[in-house]
Structure formats: C-alpha cells, structure tokens
C-alpha cells in the first residue's frame, strides 16, 4: 500500500490564483481530511469528509473547497489564493470516526502564496 | 471546544536518558488519543494510539498513558538515541461538541537527543 499520498510537494503561487491539492489514499478509508500547519498554530482542521458524497467544515474552512466523489481521493481546491494561505497542507485518512481510527497522514504539500 | 497543551515545549537530553512528554486536553469526552512524531519538513508518523479505556499502550522504547478523566496523557521514552529527536504531537479524538469526531492537536514537544 502506498498509505495517503498528496501532489504536489511543494507549490508556488499568485495572489488570486486558483489551484487543487490532490490527496489519495489506498487503504479504503471512510474517514479523510484536510489540515494547515502554520508556525505557532499547530495543526488545524480545515475540511473533512465521512464518506464519498459527504463533506463538512474544519476549523479553518475559508477561502477552501473540498469534494468527494470516490472513496480514494479528498482534493482541496483554493479558489482565489491569498498570503494569508500560505502554509503546509497535510492529509489525513482513517478508517472511520468510530474507535480504532488510527490517523494516517500524508507528507504534505508545502505552499507559498506571494 | 478542546485545547490541548504540550510540555515542555523544548526538550534537550542527552543520549541514553529516560524521558516524559506530557500532554493536557480539556475536554474529557474523547475516543482516543494519539500520539505522533514530525521530523522537520516531512509528515506525522503515528507512534501510538490509546483507546479512552485503556491506561497504557507501548510500542518498543515507548510508553503511552491516559488519564481520560484528568485530561493528561504522557509519553515515555526509554533509552533515548539522536535518533529520536524530532517534534512529538499527541492529539485527541473528539467525542462530543462541536469538535465531535475530529481531532486536535497540541503545539509539540521539540525533542533535542544529543550524543
């Protein structure tokens, strides 16, 4: 298995700019969701998603899209980048929301808004 | 809403020293906790997971308790090599409130082991 894996590594981009981060998984986990990583922040929810067709809101879900169309993937979609978005993204996957749902994360995709 | 708190926030040991992280969380109502390492610039590797029953877990060198009802949680490392030093997260598993089913996570534990 490759465990969570997400594209690019790292990302540059304009203010206004508009990209998706992919994430994927091959373990068939229900559970998958998206964090930033800033310094001083620690790590913070920004979406997740409990099954193909289900989404819902992190802590930090502004200026973020997510969707779920299959199990596998949970892409992240800025649609207007800004400064403000510049941090390391990581995903996250687990079997379900119920016990033993031991987090899997991905190595992160590292963005820089200028 | 659930805060967690990592301390200390630095550690430097030497190598071969027996160490504890510790951790704190606010709210009680868990499913588990989990324990991770981040190496700089790369992802979190779980280290190892308690349910909100269990006391204890262990994983080789490493030792995990939770006191569900205090809202702490220690890691434990036994023998420490240079190759332990990393950033030690631990975050729980919400089981109620608005945070229901999500994790949150700590600001980390910097641990230095030098030879």
């Known amino acids: 298995n490759a465990g969570v894996t997400q594209t690019p590594k790292f990302q540059v981009l304009k203010t206004g700019q508009s990209m998706t981060l992919q994430c994927a998984q091959d373990m068939n986990h229900e559970y998958m969701s998206w964090y930033r990583q800033d310094p001083g922040m620690g790590l913070r929810l920004i979406h997740y998603s409990v099954g193909a067709g289900i989404t819902d809101q992190g802590e930090v879900p502004n200026g973020y899209n997510v969707s779920r169309s299959t199990t596998e993937d949970f892409p992240l979609r800025l649609l207007s980048a800004a400064p403000s978005q510049t941090s390391v993204y990581f995903c996250?996957?687990?079997?379900?929301?119920?016990?033993?749902?031991?987090?899997?994360f991905g190595p992160g995709t590292r963005l820089t808004v200028l | 809403k659930q805060e967690v708190t990592q301390i200390p926030a630095a550690l430097s040991v030497p190598e071969g020293e027996n160490l504890v992280l510790n951790c704190s969380f606010t709210?009680?109502?868990?499913?588990?906790l989990q324990w991770f390492r981040q190496d700089p610039g790369k992802g979190l590797t779980s280290l190892l997971l308690?349910?909100?029953?269990?006391r204890e877990q262990t994983s080789g060198r490493l030792n995990a308790s939770l006191d569900k009802s205090s809202g702490r949680s220690t890691l434990y490392i036994a023998a420490s090599q240079p190759g332990d030093s990393a950033t030690y997260l631990c975050?729980?598993?919400?089981?109620?409130?608005?945070?229901?089913?999500?994790?949150?996570f700590g600001q980390g534990t910097i641990l230095t082991v030098h030879p």
């Open positions: 308690i349910q909100s029953s269990q």
């Open positions: 709210d009680s109502a868990i499913y588990n």
């Open positions: 975050a729980p598993l919400n089981a109620g409130g608005t945070s229901y089913g999500k994790l949150t």
């Open positions: 996250a996957s687990s079997v379900g929301r119920g016990l033993m749902n031991e987090q899997f």
